[in-house]
């Protein structure tokens, strides 16, 4: 890879990391949540701190309840669930008995989707520099005669000018360099966009599934016939449900456990809201059907 071309990366990467980042803390609106911590961050913490993606709520002795990354650790019970968490934050390091904390996962599977999210923008970024590069092949390349050394000269100071510019040198006669360069022009490399930007969709489009974010694109409509688009749709929401459900029991837990009035909402439409308090006056939460945007589920 060229240097104009590890730029191209480096700079898709951190639009698509950006882009894809907002999208995943996004969903989700917490409120309740400890002083200074956002819905935002809290989201960072369960989907993208690391592989696993995983928060722990605990009771600081000074801080009181607290939110914070961390990862299991320890011996594990007899059915391979964790005897206790290790919890991290700025200057702050502590193991806590499962028995005493929340662990607040991505998914009802309690997978993260770090691994997903750092191979899409990979693909990503890959697709976009790509069709960069092959936008800049639709140039004719420059064709001289000269001396080696004449010719190494002005390739170097094409490349600083130019970049991608194809530069070819010919230590011949002039008609031998007029034949060199007939034989190039037109370079007749085909520009593939359509296809780019279709695979970058593609990529797009299963991580929003994954998401269980709502996508449509044009391509799909056209080229889906009704099953499979019903099947597509049923996919989203099973991801979505999952995810909703892991916050929801997590929430009710955390409220159960340290008093809290933790609450969530889907920002997509679906609302997770609190809707009374069970026999210790603790509040629960439940989700609230919206038409057209039903998840299934009793969120008891």
């Given at each position: ?25 996004g ?19 369960i989907?993208l701190w690391?592989?696993n ?14 939110l914070?990354?961390?990862y ?9 669930l ?8 700025a200057?702050?390091?502590r ?77 011949a ?15 007749r ?44 749709n049923q ?9 909703i459900r ?7 837990a ?12 889907w ?6 809201e ?12 439940q989700?609230?059907?919206?038409p057209g945007?039903a998840?299934s589920?009793?969120g008891?």
């Open positions: 890879m060229g240097k104009r071309q590890q730029r191209d990366y480096t700079f898709a990467e951190i639009v698509v990391r950006d882009m894809i980042t907002n999208l995943i803390q969903r989700f609106k917490w409120s309740g949540l400890p002083e200074r911590l956002t819905s935002e961050q809290l989201e960072r913490f989907c690391d592989a993606g995983l928060a722990v709520g605990f009771s600081d002795p000074v801080g009181g309840p607290m914070l990354p961390g299991p650790s320890g011996a594990f019970d007899i059915y391979w964790p005897r206790s968490y290790t919890v991290t934050g200057d702050y390091d193991v806590i008995d499962s028995d005493n904390c929340v662990p607040f996962y991505n998914d009802s599977s309690r997978t993260g989707l770090f691994p997903i999210f750092d191979d899409t923008i990979h693909q990503m970024a890959r697709c976009w520099s790509a069709m960069a590069y092959n936008l800049e092949q639709q140039k004719n390349p420059i064709v001289f005669s000269g001396t080696k050394e004449e010719i190494e000269s002005l390739k170097e100071a094409n490349r600083r000018r130019l970049e991608y510019e194809s530069v070819i040198g010919v230590t006669s002039a008609m031998s360099t007029i034949e060199t360069a007939k034989r190039f022009f037109p370079t490399t085909e520009f593939e966009g359509a296809a780019y930007i279709e695979h970058y969709n593609q990529l797009l489009n299963r991580f929003l599934t994954v998401c269980g974010i709502n996508n449509q694109p044009i391509q799909k409509r056209e080229r889906l016939v009704s099953g499979e688009t019903t099947a597509n996919l989203i929401t099973f991801y979505r449900d999952s995810a892991a916050r929801e029991e997590a929430a009710n955390y409220n159960k456990l340290f008093g809290a009035s933790l609450n969530v909402e920002r997509g439409g679906e609302i997770l609190t809707v009374g308090s069970d026999e210790s006056g603790v509040p629960s939460i989700r609230t059907g919206i945007n998840v589920g009793s008891e």
